[in-house]
């Protein structure tokens, strides 16, 4: 390569003055005279940004124009300098703009004769700063204020840090869990840890469970959790976080709103259970009293009393199992025998009120994975509803339909009908149109078919009639 021309690199005096007076930060220097740091020179865009110039600064000392205090702050890092300590660095603000100072002292023969320093505006910097303090500290604030439980874990899974809320549900503390893998078990026992990570890094997002978990003090809970990754910037998963909520109190007052409609059911169900044996036992007696009269037609009659008395039975083998306390037992079911169950219970009921029921339902549909009880009580609230919906009588029919992996079940009534503006209402608990109502039997529906994954959907036209939708997932 060939040197340039010798002239261009002869850099003028006044170009260097220009060049430092044109440079983004600022460049001054300073010598001590009689005891007091005195500006030499100054140069520098900053200079006008901190609220200063040239002329103010050269040929002044910090005192005068700076307040003292700060004045004297700076000074002492002056003087450092000037004793010869290199890399002296401070920070200092004015007017809003932040800077840092480098100091270095010129020294020749050994002894300090000037002390040049460079300034750099660092304003967008500190702005940066301060906004991630700001952030942490919002982020901190909503981590330690959450009602939620809140626990950090590494890949590991092992726990970096929980907050408070989590103490409070588990009854740990953190400095008992910090480096320990995490202390809820389902979390890992039921999706195990590496299947979550898998499932986490290959794009889901959150992955939300109810579950049981364990306290410090062995008791159960009921709490929903939330599992979401923390990611870094190229995207793979570092750490994860998991949002415990304490549901126990919604899981205990689900339970008193289920014991209360049933117990409404039960009360309402017995009060159509004495008619319903009512009648077949006023039949029985009538050919009791025909036996005795007319020996010949014995077995006639006798037929006719057995399945009399078979009702009877059906009746109140139906009435016991819903009256009766059970826990929720899934297994396969099905529909079609739970229906006609359901049917023969509310059959007698119906007819009273000049109702007919109609079942069109074939047997052999898939069965359903269900709890019996709670499907039964369902479509009993469905059927009830229906039945007091219609003060004219006429005809509810049931029908079904195998819809992809569902299994349909449609009600269809010639009631009242509702009203467009109760829609959104439908399925709140208490609420309730009737004089005697309780308002419970749907929410119960909604509840119950939401832990059998499926789901309701209700039509309804003022004065025709209501159809409501049962669909239930039947997948082998
Ligand atoms: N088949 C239906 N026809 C008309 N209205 C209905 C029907 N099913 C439910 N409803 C409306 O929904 C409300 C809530 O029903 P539910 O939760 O069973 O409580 P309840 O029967 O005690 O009133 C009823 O009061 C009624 O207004
Ligand atoms: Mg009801």
Same mark, same amino acid.
């Given at each position: ?108 023969? $050994?002894? !300090? ?7 750099? #505006? %660092?304003? *967008? +910097? =500190?702005?940066? /700063?301060?906004?991630? &303090? ?100 190229? $995207?793979? !998963? ?7 909520? #304490? %549901?126990? *109190? +919604? =899981?205990?007052? /689900?339970?008193?709103? &289920? ?114 009880? *709670?499907? =039964? ?100």
């Amino acid at each position: 390569m060939k040197r340039p021309p010798n002239e261009i690199l002869k850099f003028p005096h006044q170009e260097l003055e220009e060049t430092l007076q044109e440079q983004q930060g600022m460049t001054f220097k300073f010598k001590k005279v009689k005891g007091r740091f005195i500006h030499t020179f100054c140069a520098g865009q900053l200079i006008s940004k901190i609220g200063l110039s040239s002329q103010v600064v050269v040929g002044s000392e910090l005192k005068d124009f700076l307040p003292l205090e700060l004045a004297e702050y700076k000074e002492s890092y002056y003087s450092e300098a000037w004793q010869g300590k290199e890399g002296i660095i401070y920070e200092g603000e004015l007017e809003g703009v932040f800077y840092v100072a480098s100091l270095r002292p010129i020294k020749r023969f $050994g002894k !300090v004769i000037e002390v040049i320093a460079s300034c750099v #505006d %660092i304003t *967008e +910097r =500190k702005k940066a /700063e301060e906004e991630l &303090r700001a952030t942490k500290e919002l982020l901190e604030s909503l981590i330690e204020n959450s009602v939620d439980g809140i626990c950090v874990t590494d890949i590991a899974g092992k726990v970096i840090r929980v907050n408070l809320a989590f103490e409070k549900i588990y009854g740990w503390l953190e400095e008992e869990l910090i480096g320990k893998p995490v202390p809820i078990c389902s979390l890992v026992s039921r999706n195990g840890l590496n299947r979550i990570y898998d499932q986490l890094q290959n794009g889901m997002r959150v992955l939300s469970f109810e579950t049981t978990e364990q306290r410090k003090d062995g008791e159960m809970i009921d709490v929903s959790l939330t599992v979401s990754p923390i990611k870094d910037a190229g $995207g793979t !998963v570092v750490a994860m976080t998991s949002i415990s909520r #304490d %549901i126990s *109190e +919604r =899981k205990r007052s /689900e339970d008193f709103y &289920r014991k209360a409609d049933k117990l409404n059911v039960v009360g309402q169900l017995a009060a159509g259970l004495a008619h319903e044996i009512r009648n077949p036992l006023t039949s029985l007696r009538g050919f009791l009293q025909l036996m005795r009269s007319d020996s010949n037609k014995n077995s006639e009659y006798c037929g006719i009393m057995l399945s009399e008395v078979a009702r009877i039975s059906a009746i109140v083998n139906e009435f016991l199992l819903i009256a009766k306390p059970h826990a929720s037992n899934f297994q396969k079911n099905n529909m079609a025998s739970i229906l006609h169950s359901v049917v023969t219970l509310l059959e007698a009921q119906a007819a009273l009120k000049n109702i007919q029921i109609e079942l069109e339902i074939e047997e052999g549909f898939p069965l359903v994975q269900s709890s019996e009880m *709670e499907i =039964k009580q369902v479509f009993v609230n469905i059927l009830k509803n229906a039945i007091e919906a219609m003060p004219a009588g006429g005809i509810i029919r049931i029908v079904s339909a195998i819809q992809k992996d569902n299994i349909l079940i449609r009600f269809i009534d010639q009631g009242i009908g509702i009203d467009k503006q109760f829609f959104p209402r439908l399925g709140e608990p208490f609420f309730t149109t009737k004089d005697e109502g309780t308002g419970l039997g749907l929410m119960m529906c909604y509840k119950i078919i939401d832990d059998h994954k499926g789901s309701i959907n209700i039509s309804s036209v003022i004065g025709q009639g209501t159809t409501f939708d049962v669909l239930l997932p039947c997948k082998a």
